[in-house]
């Protein structure tokens, strides 16, 4: 069964603006991975936040964790066009499984 | 992305066709995976090899044959797929059982389409 849930399922936004996306999962995790997709390509991992720690940030990128919620949050600060891509969550439990949620098409507008 | 290679990248087969998918990572990491990626679902877990032995079968269809010769290799034999199998086709590898290396990295993916 599927772990992660992102939300929104689409977004757009005009370049310069913030992104958030939300993930929630159902059991207890190890870590929650956020990953990138462009279109028809592999995953490109952003950031590993774990299950201990509340918040991290990455360059543009900024991830929360609350645990007692089951949820975490992606934002991208000063989109650019090039930060178009679908944003996965996926959670890690243990035994080399991550978990992937259905994703977030963002479309940043020039 | 280079660090994981797949060939090849897109294959188009008939029902009766077998082909293999092949996988190789170049990071020296000791666990290999296959996804499916279908339009509008979420990617899916096929199987889980750490050092070379399979560990995750995640009740896929006997008609994908994964295949890992050694922890730098990784294949996908299809035979007699449906159509419903065409998808985006990815494999990653990562180092298992080392924290702080829990990430997983992608190859670019195999398009397969099944006529």
């Known amino acids: 069964s599927q772990q992660g849930e992102e939300d929104p399922q689409a977004l757009s936004i005009q370049e310069g603006e913030n992104a958030t996306m939300n993930c929630s999962y159902k059991?207890?995790?190890?870590?929650l991975q956020w990953y990138r997709q462009n279109s028809g390509r592999g995953l490109v991992h952003l950031i590993l936040?774990?299950?201990?720690?509340r918040e991290k940030h990455s360059g543009r990128l900024r991830v929360t964790l609350d645990t007692s919620k089951k949820s975490s949050s992606l934002l991208i600060t000063a989109s650019r066009a090039a930060d178009t891509a679908s944003y996965f969550c996926a959670t890690d439990a243990g035994g080399n499984k991550l978990v992937f949620g259905a994703g977030t098409i963002l479309r940043v507008k020039s | 992305e280079t660090g994981v290679t797949q060939t090849p990248r897109h294959l188009v087969m008939g029902m009766t066709n077998k082909k293999s998918l092949k996988c190789e990572q170049h990071l020296g990491h000791n666990a290999m995976y296959w996804y499916k990626q279908s339009a509008k679902k979420p990617l899916e877990l096929m199987f889980v090899?750490?050092?070379?032995?399979?560990?995750e079968n995640n009740s896929v269809p006997s008609r994908f044959s994964p295949e890992c010769p050694n922890s730098s290799h990784l294949f996908l034999h299809l035979h007699t797929l449906q159509p419903e199998d065409s998808a985006l086709y990815l494999c990653a590898s990562s180092q298992s059982g080392v924290e702080g290396r829990e990430t997983q990295y992608f190859g670019p993916g195999t398009r397969l389409l099944v006529l």
């Open positions: 090899y750490n050092f070379k032995e399979q560990t």
């Open positions: 059991t207890s995790i190890n870590n």
């Open positions: 936040i774990r299950s201990n720690e």
